[in-house]
T-cell receptor, first 118, second 115 residues
Framework: AQKVTQAQTEISVVEKEDVTLDCVYETRDTTYYLFWYKQPPSGELVFLIRRNSFDEQNEISGRYSWNFQKSTSSFNFTITASQVVDSAVYFCALSEAHGSGNTGKLIFGQGTTLQVKP | DSGVTQTPKHLITATGQRVTLRCSPRSGDLSVYWYQQSLDQGLQFLIQYYNGEERAKGNILERFSAQQFPDLHSELNLSSLELGDSALYFC??????????????FGPGTRLTVT
């Protein structure tokens, strides 16, 4: 069965520290997509990144980087030199190309609350 | 601002009542999704529409129904409301066919409180 686990419920860091948010997924599908979304205190979910199951290249976007490892079924998210504005709940999500009939059904993890203190 | 709009922003109603949540997708997006976010269940997929047709269904209660209209806006109807239905309801939209690869853009949500 498909599942996304974010074992870290809450993380607290001091500004400028690096922080890694873990995401482990389960799927039997061979073609799937992984996403990260950010939910700031305002409540709206903001899309950050999408990876497909065939592309294990790490990705960097400014202070954000993502490490996808199929061997460990993980898709971790690192924020370098964290800032107070990074404080939010971060969600990892999975969609399956075959298991869901190639629909857009997203399976979310429980989320990790990141608090960055000044 | 994602371009997805949802109304109302907040809704307070009593048990047993019926409410309608409205969503307008981003311009040009044909797929609309509904999600429920609650403290105990987390973020759960409810239903997806593509160009007016139901495309996928999640753990949506029988008391809940949705539709997508010809102008592509969507409504989620919740009836016989229970205390446990209190949650944040998100609408999202995506371009193209609404497939597994599509990134979804979320609206600001409707916070429903059932008293």
């Amino acid at each position: 069965a498909q599942k996304v686990t974010q074992a870290q419920t809450e993380i607290s860091v001091v500004e400028k520290e690096d922080v890694t948010l873990d995401c482990v997924y389960e799927t039997r599908d061979t073609t799937y997509y992984l996403f990260w979304y950010k939910q700031p205190p305002s409540g709206e979910l903001v899309f950050l990144i999408r990876r497909n199951s065939f592309d294990e290249q790490n990705e960097i976007s400014g202070r954000y980087s993502w490490n996808f490892q199929k061997s460990t079924s993980s898709f971790n998210f690192t924020i370098t030199a964290s800032q107070v504005v990074d404080s939010a709940v971060y969600f990892c999500a999975l969609s399956e190309a075959h298991g869901s009939g190639n629909t857009g059904k997203l399976i979310f993890g429980q989320g990790t609350t990141l608090q960055v203190k000044p | 601002d994602s371009g997805v709009t949802q109304t109302p922003k907040h809704l307070i109603t009593a048990t047993g009542q019926r409410v309608t949540l409205r969503c307008s997708p981003r311009s040009g997006d044909l797929s609309v999704y509904w999600y429920q976010q609650s403290l105990d269940q987390g973020l759960q997929f409810l239903i997806q529409y593509y160009n007016g047709e139901e495309r996928a269904k999640g753990n949506i209660l029988e008391r809940f129904s949705a539709q997508q209209f010809p102008d592509l806006h969507s409504e989620l109807n919740l009836s016989s409301l229970e205390l446990g239905d209190s949650a944040l309801y998100f609408c999202a939209s995506s371009p193209s066919g609404g497939s597994a690869r599509d990134e979804q853009y979320f609206g600001p949500g409707t916070r429903l409180t059932v008293t």
